[in-house]
């Protein structure tokens, strides 16, 4: 296969309303951006590391970890509500811009799904790079609840059924092994071609294949109990 390259990119803004400073918390000892930066280098697919952020500690606490971190992120892109589409770009444009870098791969990493390795990374490449008809891959597993017995709640206090099964007239009374299955999309890992951003000025694309992770390897960090449970996780992992 002709040489690619693949930038993996590590999007880690300074606020956090779930856990004040989150990306840098400490987690044994170490910040829990970290483990994601680890987790990119032990990652034989990625060329390029960069991590897009607006706060110089984070910077500079990349940096000490051998991420590149070649500028600061400006301020309008790292709100609560700034969605990933314009943050990509703008670390795209940039690199282009101050260099003539152009990825043909992208990988999407969250510091906050911290137990990630190189191998996941290596696989969610490949399984894009098989499939070239595809625009991008999302890592998914299964719900935790399944959404077919989800509802809906109208203004006058009535539910609704969330989502219907065509010739099953309750799902929601069905037991969870005759629903269809369904998975959900979990931040682990995100891998998307140059051409779907620019072309079709998505993340995603209309072509999508999940990239299945095994529910028990995976914790989204979302509040002081998760970084608690991602402790358990891998204080057991180092053994006694």
């Not at 005759?178 to 999309?185: E, I, N, R, Y």
């Not at 999940?210 to 180092?238: F, W």
Request: hydrophobic share 40%; charged share 25%.
């Amino acid at each position: 296969m002709p040489h690619q390259e693949v930038l993996g990119l590590v999007l880690a803004r300074a606020g956090s309303k779930s856990v004040p400073r989150k990306n840098v918390h400490l987690v044994l000892g170490k910040p829990l951006i970290a483990y994601t930066i680890e987790s990119a280098h032990a990652a034989r697919s990625i060329t390029r590391l960069v991590v897009t952020t607006d706060d110089p500690e984070i910077a500079a606490i990349a940096r000490g970890f051998d991420a590149e971190v070649p500028f600061l992120r400006p301020a309008e892109l790292a709100q609560d509500e700034t969605p990933d589409y314009p943050v990509v770009r703008h670390a795209m444009d940039w690199l282009e811009a101050n260099g003539g870098y152009r990825p043909e791969l992208i990988v999407q990493l969250r510091p906050t799904s911290p137990l990630r390795t190189g191998r996941h990374i290596d696989e969610a490449v490949a399984l894009l790079r098989a499939r070239p008809d595809a625009d991008s891959v999302r890592g998914v597993c299964r719900p935790q609840q399944n959404p077919h017995k989800m509802w809906r709640m109208a203004s006058d206090g009535l539910l609704h059924p969330l989502l219907t099964v065509p010739g099953v007239p309750e799902p929601f009374n069905s037991p969870r092994q005759t629903l269809p299955a369904v998975w959900w999309q979990n931040g682990y890992i995100d891998v998307f071609w140059r051409r779907t951003v620019l072309t079709q000025h998505s993340l995603t694309g209309a072509k999508v294949l999940g990239y299945v992770i095994d529910e028990a390897q995976h914790v989204d960090i979302d509040s002081i109990h998760d970084i608690r449970v991602l402790e358990l996780i891998l204080r057991k992992r180092q053994g006694p």
